[in-house]
């Protein structure tokens, strides 16, 4: 069973798992909003494995572990560009012509809710104990 699938279909509202996706999306989309004004981190990810996409965060300091610390923008901006599989060209611009391909990144996830009274409506995902590597 693949891993989105797996966590997906477990029977806790409230879990942790490894797995392997693609990030394919992230709210913002700007690397310049991913942290408030005070610095914190803020992002809302969409992973994808074969079988299913899902949403997760990213947030405070399991945003500095992701990331390795507090980055500037343009660090963050190659960071993010290498996940999300964006080619740059010699120059730091967005190659236009070429496809993306993102990478197969292993994180940790982790299920939590909301709202006692709705736990499965209100299920959310966290990225936690997770470094970007490369």
């Not at 989105?4 to 798992?17: C, G, N």
């Not at 394919?24 to 079988?51: C, H, K, M, N, Q």
């Not at 496809?99 to 409506?121: A, I």
Request: proline share 4%; aromatic share 14%.
């Amino acid at each position: 069973m693949h891993a989105s699938k797996h966590f997906l279909m477990t029977l806790q509202v409230t879990a942790k798992f490894k797995c392997v996706v693609r990030f394919v999306a992230a709210f913002p989309w700007r690397v310049e909003d991913f942290r408030s004004p005070r610095g914190t981190y803020r992002i809302r990810f969409t992973l994808e494995d074969p079988t299913a996409r899902v949403h997760a965060f990213v947030f405070a300091e399991d945003g500095e572990k992701f990331f390795d610390g507090v980055c500037s923008t343009d660090e963050l901006g190659m960071k993010f560009n290498k996940l999300l599989g964006i080619d740059m060209t010699d120059d730091g611009k967005q190659d236009k012509n070429a496809g993306r391909n993102p990478p197969w990144v292993q994180c940790c996830l982790k299920s939590y809710y909301l709202d006692k009274s709705n736990k499965w409506g209100s299920r959310q995902f966290r990225i936690f104990e997770t470094k970007l590597v490369g």
